[in-house]
């Protein structure tokens, strides 16, 4: 059985979804703002993992996925421009309605091209968030109806201290809390961890919507609770993102979410660790940040920044510089090169072993990518194997794995080095072992290797 580290009881626990055999998944989208960088990416490796893991051991699965193209202010204080309106700034656009469409489709585009460069499955439904503003006007009416707001000057409020369990999802200490930002542009604010349902005000935010509580737009909180509700229902298994969102975003959904309907809304809780350059975590926000076609101009398949992100389990911090992806990539040439050795040499020795128990323990484990991979490195090593049941269960493994392990470029050798090669051939039947080393010697400094073996030479790049 899976087992998955929940984050709402800090423990792993066995999944069991509602529906027998079928899966509700909700992963947070990306603010598209800006392309998404690496640190991004680790998340939504992650998530994909989670996704192949449940897709292998049997289960469909509803993957519901937002697009935030509204309402994400620059402070968590509920102030501050939409980051789409400083993104316009930044690049020169004119600030309209017109342009923030575009900005944000351009965006989403490039994100899901990165995605797919890193092998991440698309979820069946992608929704953004400018296009549900009704349902979100229809969620809040709940919480309002069910006596959980209170109106400022800055808008519809989530009054916390009503929701009893508010800090249920990331353990927070409310009485250590202090009124920071919050108090100085909304000082009718009654607790810290207050939050906005529904921002009005604000003349100069190009997106806004008519709605019961004036002209305005959504808190950011909102689109994620009122989108799963519409596609998953008001009760689904597993919603995921980065740690980052713990302690405001997540615990804000589900505050507003129960509060609506009454219930408990999501089941299994689990969530990424960050990225980090030295101590810090990436991101967008500095304006130093490493994006996929950064790894493409330096040469780097955008696959061995993914087989890099599995070296680590995903509730754990993984270390990104320059020196640990080229250690990566020569870790994924070389799983690829010994692939290729099996595939073209197949032998026939029928030992029974457990691999296949041994991987899906691993990936059983909270999804134990780390230790999915030594299975997999201890598998292609092990010589007592026939060679065709070990690359079936290489294809097997990177249905989970996705580093594309079996698609294969055979090296295409030069004429020239194939020339040489076989004169050595001939040398070495002469017994002229002078002359074929000092060709094999010619071979390796033209960049290619020989290896010979009873049934004749194999050239290497």
């Excluded at 959980?148 to 409310?174: M, P, Q, R």
């Excluded at 007592?384 to 249905?399: A, R």
Aim: charged fraction near 30%; include cysteine.
């Amino acid at each position: 059985m899976i087992k998955l580290y929940n984050t709402l009881t800090r423990k792993k626990e066995d999944f069991k979804p509602i529906k027998k055999n079928q899966v509700g998944l909700y992963t947070c989208g990306l603010t598209v703002y800006n392309y998404a960088h690496i640190g991004n990416l680790r998340t939504y490796i992650f998530e994909d993992i989670l996704k192949r893991v449940l897709l292998y051991r049997g289960y469909k699965i509803k993957h519901v996925e937002n697009v935030t193209d509204v309402g994400h202010l620059t402070s968590d204080a509920d102030e501050g421009e939409d980051k789409l309106m400083r993104a316009l700034k930044r690049e020169g656009k004119p600030i309209n309605k017109i342009s923030m469409l575009e900005l944000s489709k351009y965006y989403t585009k490039a994100f899901y091209e990165d995605r797919k460069k890193l092998n991440i499955l698309k979820p069946d439904i992608i929704c953004k968030a400018s296009e549900h503003i009704k349902e979100m006007i229809e969620l809040i009416k709940k919480i309002e109806k069910n006596g959980y707001t209170y109106k400022t000057n800055v808008g519809l409020i989530f009054d916390t201290s009503k929701f009893k369990n508010y800090t249920k999802l990331a353990k927070l200490k409310l009485e250590k809390q202090k009124f920071g930002k919050r108090v100085e542009i909304d000082p009718e604010r009654k607790n810290p961890s207050d939050f906005a349902l529904w921002l009005t005000n604000q003349p100069n935010h190009i997106m806004q919507w008519d709605s019961p509580w004036n002209r305005g737009f959504p808190g950011w909180h909102v689109e994620c609770s009122a989108m799963s509700m519409k596609y998953l229902g008001k009760h689904f298994d597993i919603h995921c993102g980065g740690i980052d969102h713990i302690p405001v975003h997540h615990t804000n959904e589900i505050a507003q979410s129960e509060a609506a309907t009454g219930k408990k809304w999501v089941n299994y809780w689990l969530h990424g660790n960050f990225l980090v350059l030295g101590k810090d975590k990436m991101a967008k926000s500095t304006g130093e940040f490493i994006t996929i076609q950064n790894l493409i101009d330096k040469k780097y398949n955008p696959l061995v920044y993914r087989y890099l992100t599995l070296t680590a389990h995903y509730r754990s911090e993984l270390t990104f510089n320059w020196e640990v992806l080229k250690s990566a990539q020569n870790a994924y040439n070389n799983l690829k090169e010994k692939i290729k050795e099996i595939k073209a040499n197949p032998f026939s020795k029928k030992i029974q072993n457990n691999y296949k128990e041994q991987f899906i323990t691993a990936i059983n484990d909270d999804l134990n990518m780390p230790q999915a991979l030594a299975v997999l490195w201890n598998l292609i090593k092990d010589n007592s194997i026939d060679n065709k049941e070990k690359y079936q269960l290489i294809k097997d493994f990177d249905k989970v794995f996705a580093l594309d392990l079996t698609k294969l470029k055979e090296d295409k050798i030069p004429q020239e080095i194939l020339k040489l090669a076989k004169k050595r051939e001939l040398a070495r039947k002469n017994k002229d072992f002078k002359k074929a080393d000092q060709i094999r010697n010619l071979i390796r400094k033209k960049g290619y290797q020989i290896e010979d073996s009873e049934i004749g030479f194999k050239i290497k790049k």
